[in-house]
């Protein structure tokens, strides 16, 4: 078994907004440079409930998926298969969890894990991986901080 990535932070927000933040704005923190096409003006949609999709959308309206949506429990609970820039038979799990910590403050709880379905591939995109979270999480935290701001990194 592969370990999974595990990370933990506290947000600056209520556990709605955070989960908001995470799934209906994404668009207005995620990183132009970590999608695929990294077109100015995309858009990245989380499509709400089990079966949903993740994809980004360019302002011509070409849709590339990212991944597929498999808990949807909003504001507590979010996970999701997760094949951006690979295949969906390689994809990895997300899960998400947002605990309301009072005062406003939420944690973030994500476990990203399935490494070992790539096979000997597998370490190698879990490094990989781990960078991608280190380039968005900064951007989300930020987000979640500051109120009624549009723009995108």
């Known amino acids: 078994m592969i370990e999974p990535l595990r990370m933990s932070f506290f947000v600056e ?5 955070a989960f908001h933040v995470w799934t209906a704005e994404t668009s207005r923190w995620w990183p ?7 077109e100015t003006g995309l858009e990245v949609v989380f499509e709400a409930g089990p079966g949903g999709r993740i994809f980004e959308r360019t302002p011509a309206g070409v849709e590339v998926d990212w991944g597929e949506i498999t808990v949807w429990e909003p504001p507590r609970r979010l ?3 997760w094949h ?6 390689d994809a990895t799990e997300v899960e998400i969890a947002f605990s309301d910590h009072g005062d406003a403050t ?4 994500i476990e990203h894990r399935g ?3 790539l096979g000997t591939r597998g370490p190698g995109w879990r490094d990989a991986n781990r960078s991608g979270w280190d380039g968005v ?4 935290l930020s987000a979640c901080s500051r109120a ?3 723009r995108r990194p």
């Open 13 to 17: 927000c209520p556990v709605e907004h």
């Open 32 to 38: 132009v440079t970590h999608t695929v096409t990294a």
């Open 79 to 81: 996970g999701y298969l």
């Open 84 to 89: 951006i820039r690979a295949d969906r038979a």
């Open 106 to 109: 939420t944690r973030v709880e």
């Open 115 to 117: 490494w070992e379905r």
């Open 137 to 140: 999480l900064p951007h989300y």
């Open 148 to 150: 009624g701001s549009s």
